[in-house]
């Protein structure tokens, strides 16, 4: 498919494939696995030792972790996938399952995944006699990939990966005070900048590799509260305000307000681009100052969420009280804001649209 | 004129589509025929066929991830852009688009 230094030129779209693939499993299992958490009410600690005491709970409990274990080797046979076509599906998935096995989490298994597409793709280009060319996609490649990837993350990657990440879960575990201020406004900032673009993505990833990595033990659960209420802060702010604040918006966009309300609440970011691409000056800047305050408070309050996602819908599984506490706090910085420095709407007068600079690459 | 475009992001529920109605509406307006797949997370959806490749002039693909059955449009002039771009500037961006093809013909 595509040659080495492509590879990593569209490294981007490789990782964003294995994410993309990887987001359904991960609010499957995290949903579920949180449920089976707060049925057996130890979210109230958010130790959550999940104890099988009865026949539901143990459901979710299987059902949910067996999600949640799926979740790093989805992300590497999804990255092999995208860059070595389906041969890079069997050693991906094998060798995402020993990253997970030797310790070295999900940057071990990003690193697998990319290994995996990588020498899928070299093997690929062996000229075999005609008679054995179908042996390549089913037999060869996967079998010769899977052992040299996984001899790789076993020996190599494996101890390296393996220290950062616990010195990472370390880090993010002790932090507490100005320490979980901090995370928690930066981490919000980072999902309100760019509303789902890959800054969001970025802290988000980061956010579903701790919740999933931590989830059984609850403790980094506190980690994902502040990115799960920027997720649904701007889209339900600027909702909310296309209705309070009538003159600084377009019709257009007061008719899409109940739309970007329900999307904020579904955990959908992107609700909130329309406002902020007709704006981008004040309105990203507010978002991320809104992201950011709220952020910051959750992590004083210790707002967590156990799920790998955001909005209300995850409400159930988060520290209720003190998420809708931060979220309203941070709605309300945004509306005032926004009361203070956007400028009241008036009809653009219609431009020449061919006179717009355009970032486009045509191929013929 | 006519043309076709792929759309698809990473989350797959938002950008997607998005860029999908974004650029419908700017052919709409320029009065160009087009027709635009999203691959979604729920999966390929209006998806381009043989007859919709007759008498293309160009297809629209989405860069934010890798799109699928690429191989169709062999040939055929492609246009990169980001997703985030042709929700924004689909306007300018089908202007653009339409001038290059005029200025090669």
């Known amino acids: 498919m595509s040659s080495n230094a492509s590879v990593f030129k569209d490294m981007r779209q490789h990782l964003m494939n294995g994410v993309s693939h990887m987001i359904p499993v991960v609010v499957t299992g995290g949903i579920l696995f949180a449920f089976a958490t707060m049925l057996s009410m130890s979210t109230v600690t958010t130790e959550g030792a999940v104890t099988a005491s009865n026949p539901v709970i143990d459901l979710f409990k299987q059902v949910g972790g067996i999600g949640l274990g799926l979740m790093v080797p989805v992300l590497a046979a999804f990255i092999a996938n995208s860059i070595a076509d389906r041969p890079g599906i069997a050693p991906g998935i094998i060798c995402g399952q020993l990253a997970v096995n030797v310790g070295s989490g999900f940057i071990g298994g990003i690193i697998a995944g990319v290994l995996a597409g990588i020498v899928a793709e070299q093997i690929k280009r062996i000229k075999l006699p005609q008679s054995m060319q179908s042996l390549m996609p089913i037999l060869i490649i996967p079998i010769l990939t899977t052992l040299i990837v996984g001899a790789i993350t076993l020996y190599v990657i494996g101890g390296p990966c393996a220290w950062l990440l616990s010195t990472l879960t370390t880090w993010l575990t002790s932090m507490s005070g100005t320490g979980a201020i901090l995370i928690g406004a930066i981490t919000g900032a980072m999902i309100g900048f760019d509303l789902g673009g890959p800054v969001n993505k970025v802290a988000y990833s980061t956010g579903v590799a701790i919740v999933g990595t931590e989830v059984a033990a609850g403790a980094n659960c506190a980690f994902f509260g502040p990115i799960a209420l920027a997720i649904c802060l701007p889209p339900i702010a600027l909702g909310i305000e296309s209705y309070l604040l009538r ?9 899409a ?15 909130a681009i329309s406002y902020t691409t007709a704006d981008p000056g004040r309105l990203i800047p507010i ?35 003190t998420y809708l506490i931060a979220l309203a706090v941070g709605i309300a910085i945004h509306a005032g804001l926004v009361f203070l420095l956007k400028k009241d709407y008036v009809k653009p007068e219609t431009v020449d649209a061919s006179d717009e600079d355009v970032d486009f690459e045509i191929e013929f | 004129m006519k043309i076709l475009a792929v759309t698809a992001c990473p989350s797959g529920v938002a950008h997607t589509y998005m860029s999908a109605e974004a650029i419908k509406v ?17 999966g390929i959806e209006d998806e381009i066929g043989p007859d919709d490749l007759k008498g293309a002039d160009a297809v629209i693909l989405t ?43």
């Open chain 2, 26 to 42: 700017a052919c709409k307006k320029a009065g160009i025929d087009c027709k635009v797949e999203t691959q979604g997370s729920i």
């Open chain 1, 287 to 321: 978002n991320v100052i809104a992201c950011a305050a709220a952020g910051g408070i959750a992590g004083a309050l210790g707002v967590y969420c156990n799920a790998a996602w955001g909005g209300l819908v995850v409400l159930p599984v988060t520290s209720a009280l």
């Open chain 1, 257 to 271: 307000g109940i739309g970007a309300i329900i999307m904020g609440a579904c955990g959908i970011t992107e609700g």
């Open chain 1, 247 to 255: 003159g600084k918006f377009s019709d257009e966009e007061r008719d």
């Open chain 2, 63 to 105: 860069t934010d991830m890798p799109i699928k059955n690429v191989e169709r449009f062999e040939g055929l002039p492609k246009v990169k852009v980001r997703a985030g771009v042709a929700i924004k500037q689909a306007d300018a961006l089908i202007a653009k688009v339409s001038a290059a093809l005029k200025d090669r013909a």
